[in-house]
């Protein structure tokens, strides 16, 4: 995903651009907005965690992208170019050196196995009313 601080900062074209740069195949994408249940439902692992309110807020308060990226290794291969979760720790290139604001409003969000991959593209592409 594209997260809202990203999209609403017009940074769509430049981070696809990265990701083309870096050999990923775009396989679906769509600009859509989650609502409350939906980011309640994908960040759920996170829901007793003190951040969950603020992160539900942020994710809900404008657009963002969903994408599903095939390449060989892409889970780990996606977690380097985008870098760490919080930029401050993000190495020079990174998606998230470049466009992320703070750990909170971090530009981007990527699967961290094939399994959670596979979770995340249903939940988006296969329809979120399922979740
Ligand atoms: P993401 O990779 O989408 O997965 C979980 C998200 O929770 C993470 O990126 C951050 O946006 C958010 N997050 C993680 N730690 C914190 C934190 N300490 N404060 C606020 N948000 C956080």
Redesign the pocket.
């Known amino acids: 995903m594209i997260k809202p601080d990203a999209v609403e900062a017009g940074h769509i074209g430049a981070i696809l651009e990265k990701i083309n740069a870096s050999g990923f195949k775009i396989v679906a994408m769509k600009l859509t907005q989650l609502s409350q249940r939906d980011a309640e439902t994908f ?1 759920a692992v ?1 829901k007793e965690r003190p ?1 969950f309110g ?2 539900v807020e942020f994710m809900t308060r404008g657009p963002i992208v969903a994408a599903v990226l095939e390449k060989e290794n892409a889970v780990e291969d996606f977690r380097t170019l985008i870098g760490a ?1 919080n930029p401050a720790d993000a190495a020079e290139g990174t998606i998230r050196k470049m466009y992320a604001k703070s ?2 409003e ?1 530009a981007v ?2 699967s961290d196995s094939d399994e959670n991959a596979e979770i995340e593209s249903n939940f988006h592409f296969a329809g979120r009313e399922q979740f």
């Open positions: 960040y996170h951040f603020e992160l979760t750990v909170g971090n969000h990527g």
